[in-house]
């Protein structure tokens, strides 16, 4: 096998198993005739996925944190990519945690996704595998305060902003009360599974929704 990425998925029934490679398959499908690099399956046995191996030097969120101007640019093309999953098949394809620290740049700065599957603290859950690509959308956005670190975000507030602007500039359409409910529950249950206590996860959320209110229109 060429070079690879092993990566190990405990908890999870067989079929559950058999689904997450199917779906990272399908992940790859939907980005392979564009300019977006997401690695290859090359093989699966007993709970591993083979991953093709990525050179990915340069992760997003802290490319960001050290230099606040990035190019708007990226944001765009990260909603970009979002938007050509969400919209790839009939089946509602969903990335299951489209987070800054899933996505890369590599040393031709072509954007790199990773780690396509909901985080495995909350436990298996298809309808992030395939389902409503708001309630994703609005995560992301959700999220991307926090990724960036709320200190700074709340000393840049323009910096993130124009993040925003950019990203749903790519992403084109996002909307809906629905979904953004969803969106924060699954926020909440997140950060409450990775170990933050209740009173982090709620000033993480008001924070990405202040966020989320302060980019609109
Ligand atoms: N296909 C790949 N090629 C090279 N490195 C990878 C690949 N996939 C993941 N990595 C590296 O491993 C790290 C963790 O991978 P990830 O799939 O995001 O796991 P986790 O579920 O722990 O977040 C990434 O930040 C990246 O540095
Ligand atoms: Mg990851």
Known sequence: MDRHFKKHFENYTQGQFF????HSEEIWKALEQSEFIT???LGSSDGIIYYE?????FRIDEVWKKDLDID???FKKIGEMLLLIHNSSLDSLMHGDYVLHNIFLNSSEDLCLIDCHPPEVVGYDRSFLYGDGQIETYLFLLN??????VKLALANIKSVRLAMLSFR???DSIGGLRPLVSAIIRFYKIRRASGYSDFNSLMHLLIGLFFIGVSRG
């Open 144 to 149: 991307l305060a926090s990724s960036l670190g």
């Open 53 to 57: 191996y990525l050179d990915i030097p």
């Open 72 to 74: 708007p640019v990226i």
């Open 19 to 22: 689904e997450l490679v199917g």
């Open 39 to 41: 690695p290859r399956v």
């Open 169 to 171: 500039r790519g992403y």
